[in-house]
């Protein structure tokens, strides 16, 4: 059975800080590039990050410099650091799975993230 599972969100105040980690099973980790979307209430998707089955990376004008993804394979697990929160980052935020060549995808079940004061 093909899962990913998000953990790590919560609320936190405008300037802190957050961890987001994403354990994938039942399929080939390593295979896949991962991504990070979020979905703010009243809003469509919006991806976020991007990182490949090598490691390059990629991030949305609005979280670059805040946010940094990194992967460990060893762990089937992708991560998302992030710092200098801030009110309008506050959305459910999900892991999807992307193989890099039959393009089959997968998402997790999203864990919420609240920057608030």
């Known amino acids: 059975e093909v899962q990913l599972v998000e953990s790590g969100g919560g609320m936190v105040q405008p300037g802190g800080s957050l961890r987001l980690s994403c354990v994938a099973s039942?399929?080939?980790?390593?295979?896949?590039?991962m991504n990070w979307v979020r979905q703010a209430p009243g809003k469509g998707p919006e991806w976020i990050s991007h990182?490949?089955?090598?490691?390059?990376?990629g991030y949305a004008d609005s979280v670059k410099g805040r946010f940094t993804i990194s992967r460990d394979n060893a762990k089937n697990t992708v991560y998302l650091q992030m710092n200098s929160l801030k009110p309008e980052d506050t959305a459910v935020y999900y892991c999807?799975?992307?193989?890099?060549?039959?393009?089959?995808?997968?998402w997790g079940q999203g864990t919420q993230v609240t920057v608030s004061s």
């Open positions: 999807n799975a992307r193989h890099w060549i039959t393009q089959r995808n997968y």
């Open positions: 039942g399929f080939p980790f390593s295979a896949y590039d």
């Open positions: 990182i490949n089955t090598g490691g390059g990376t």
